[in-house]
């Protein structure tokens, strides 16, 4: 009697069981970013659900979920340029699926994971085989304007390829390159002579400024050298035309000399011990001597 009593009260709880097992069949659960395709005994139902609870729904569907929201895609190819060399070519593919058509994907081609395997990749592939032939030599895959053409024509190509099939590109992007090692080698090569180039012009330059600085030094010298004679000239003609005028001034007034006899005069009385003789006495004119010494 007991054990009945027992096993009535967990009948309660087996009842909620089954129905929320059974209910659950009743509505599905999206989650956010993503939505989900219902196939009916394999049959493909036309209308995705959206993320969020979805209710009421056929209990017998059986859900395939896709993921819309932003994805990247990493590829590395080896691509040909003009001229035979191969280029290793590392690309991001920025993409996200289009869940309205995700029932058509789920027909056609399948998963997501089938997607990129049967559409994506092989697309992007055959893309960067075919952009290396406009491409004359592997080292102009560093040009600037190459992988700016570069990343312009994969994006348009796989967009126009992929959008159909129910692949949104948005952007296809480098993010690395390598060539072949002998051609590292060369590029490194060509860098170390640049740089010995830009190294030889440094130095020739500073060459340059020195001896420039040196001309102007030497120009300087050379116009105070000039201001110095020129300042040493006007000195000696000032002399010369002093003398000249006094020439002129002795030889025009005789009046002059005897002034200046006198003056000497003058300043040797002052020394009461210099004895003084006249040359010439009986001149009218007679010069001094002074006698200096005994001896």
Do not use: C
């Amino acid at each position: 009697m007991s054990q009945k009593i027992s096993f009535t009260k967990f009948i309660p709880f087996v009842i909620v069981i089954l129905l929320f097992a059974v209910g659950s069949r009743f509505w599905v659960s999206v989650p956010a970013g993503h939505v989900a395709v219902g196939t009916l005994f394999g049959a493909v139902q036309p209308d995705a659900y959206k993320e969020g609870l979805n209710i009421p729904v056929n209990p017998l569907l059986k859900f395939q979920k896709f993921d819309i929201r932003e994805q990247s895609h990493f590829e590395q190819a080896q691509v040909p340029s003009q001229d035979q060399l191969q280029t290793s070519v590392e690309v991001s593919v920025q993409f996200r699926l289009n869940g309205d058509m995700a029932a058509k994907i789920l027909q056609e081609t399948g998963t997501m994971d089938n997607m990129k395997q049967v559409h994506l990749v092989p697309k992007l592939r055959s893309l960067l085989r075919e952009q290396g032939k406009s491409i004359k030599r592997a080292e102009d895959f560093f040009l600037e304007e190459t992988q700016e053409q570069l990343q312009t024509d994969l994006t348009l190509g796989l967009a126009e390829f992929l959008a159909p099939k129910g692949i949104n590109v948005s952007a296809v992007l480098i993010r690395d390159i390598s060539l072949p090692p002998f051609i590292t080698k060369a590029i490194e090569a060509k860098k170390e002579r640049e740089q010995e180039v830009e190294k030889q012009k440094a130095e020739l330059e500073r060459y340059k400024t020195e001896q420039q600085q040196l001309i102007a030094a030497a120009e300087a010298e050379r116009k105070a050298a000039e201001e110095e004679a020129e300042k040493r000239r006007v000195l000696a003609d000032a002399q010369a035309y002093e003398i000249e005028k006094i020439n002129d001034a002795i030889g025009n007034n005789p009046n002059y000399v005897k002034l200046q006899s006198l003056e000497a005069l003058k300043s040797i009385s002052k020394d009461p011990a210099s004895k003084i003789y006249f040359i010439d006495g009986d001149s009218t004119q007679p010069l001094p001597l002074m006698h200096l010494s005994d001896k």
